[in-house]
């Protein structure tokens, strides 16, 4: 089972390298300049892309692997107390619209996770960026979906299951990380572990 579980994961890379680096690159020279100009990154998903859009937002705050300056990000799903405010009051699928709509500023990104493409509340989010006058960014599962349809942009892993999705989805936010990185010019210094 485990020898399946990474040939997957290997083929799903092999394919990513070759279809999202330019994209990857594209993206973090367009956030860097977002970020570099006072502008905001907002990250959204369900379960385990919730951690991935969380893992992005901390690289971004603190620092990927160099020392540089932190940067705005916040992932929509952290503030517990918004989320279930927004969940009992309008329900779960504008969980994350109603912060775009508070956080988001024209200019701004939105980088929505989900490994279906068809989370609700992620697509609502989507939609709301796009109300706002946002950039709206996919990471998903295989294509086509509704999540990637409604994104200005969108990398869709093809991929057997969810598991493999995430998995590439993390590679993506490290490679992103790195994009924005050599995009606002950040020196290498002493890495960290």
Not at 46 to 69: C, D, P
Not at 91 to 101: D, I, K, L, M, N
Not at 128 to 151: I, K, Q, R
């Amino acid at each position: 089972m485990s020898r399946e579980h990474f040939a997957a994961l290997r083929i799903a890379l092999t394919r990513m390298e070759h279809i999202a680096g330019a994209r990857i690159e594209s993206w973090g020279r367009h956030l860097a300049g977002v970020l570099d100009g006072g502008g905001r990154l907002l990250a959204c998903g369900n379960g385990g892309s919730a951690a991935e859009a969380q893992h992005l937002t901390g690289e971004l705050v603190g620092r990927f692997r160099y020392e540089r300056r932190p940067l705005s990000a916040i992932a929509l799903h952290a503030d517990t107390s918004a989320l279930t405010a927004i969940g009992n009051d309008y329900g779960g699928h504008e969980s994350f619209a109603r912060q775009v709509f508070a956080h988001g500023r024209p200019g701004d990104v939105l980088i929505a996770l989900s490994t279906s493409g068809a989370s609700r509340n992620v697509v609502s989010a989507a939609k709301a960026a796009h109300e706002v006058g946002m950039t709206a960014w996919a990471l998903t599962g295989p294509a086509p979906n509704t999540l990637a349809a409604v994104c200005d942009d969108a990398i869709a892993v093809e991929a057997p299951n969810a598991a493999t999705v995430q998995e590439i989805h993390l590679v993506l936010v490290h490679a992103l990380c790195i994009a924005i990185d050599h995009a606002l010019g950040v020196v290498a210094s002493k890495p960290r572990l």
